[in-house]
């Protein structure tokens, strides 16, 4: 059973910055490309960063230069690093693991942390 608990959500004015973890339990972490998405008030569910197990990283453009996601395998975990929040970043963020499968892959979520940019 693999499980995903997002933590580091908060209320943070503009310009400030806030760090998400994601912890991950069962086995296989190391095979997973994590990522953290992100869904706004009446919008959609985006990606926002990934990174697989090798170090490789895709970003949104909104985000590039501003957040950094990184994973440490050994303690599995995943961290998202956010700099220079704006407003248009409040959204619930959520923690995503993904199992490449020869037929397909496989997805776990986390429940979601709320992230708030406001002053």
């Known amino acids: 059973q693999v499980q995903l608990v997002e933590s580091g959500g908060g209320l943070v004015q503009p310009g400030g910055s806030l760090r998400l973890t994601c912890t991950v339990s069962?086995?296989?972490?190391?095979?997973?490309?994590m990522g953290w998405y992100r869904q706004g008030p009446g919008k959609q569910r985006d990606l926002v960063a990934t990174?697989?197990?090798?170090?490789?990283?895709v970003y949104a453009n909104s985000v590039k230069e501003r957040f950094t996601i990184s994973r440490d395998n050994a303690k599995k975990m995943v961290n998202l690093e956010m700099n220079t929040l704006k407003p248009e970043d409040t959204a619930v963020y959520f923690c995503?693991?993904?199992?490449?499968?020869?037929?397909?892959?496989?997805?776990?979520w986390g429940q979601g942390t709320q992230v708030t940019v406001s002053s």
């Open positions: 069962g086995s296989g972490f190391s095979n997973y490309i």
């Open positions: 995503n693991a993904r199992e490449i499968k020869s037929w397909g892959s496989l997805a776990y």
């Open positions: 990174v697989t197990s090798g170090g490789s990283k």
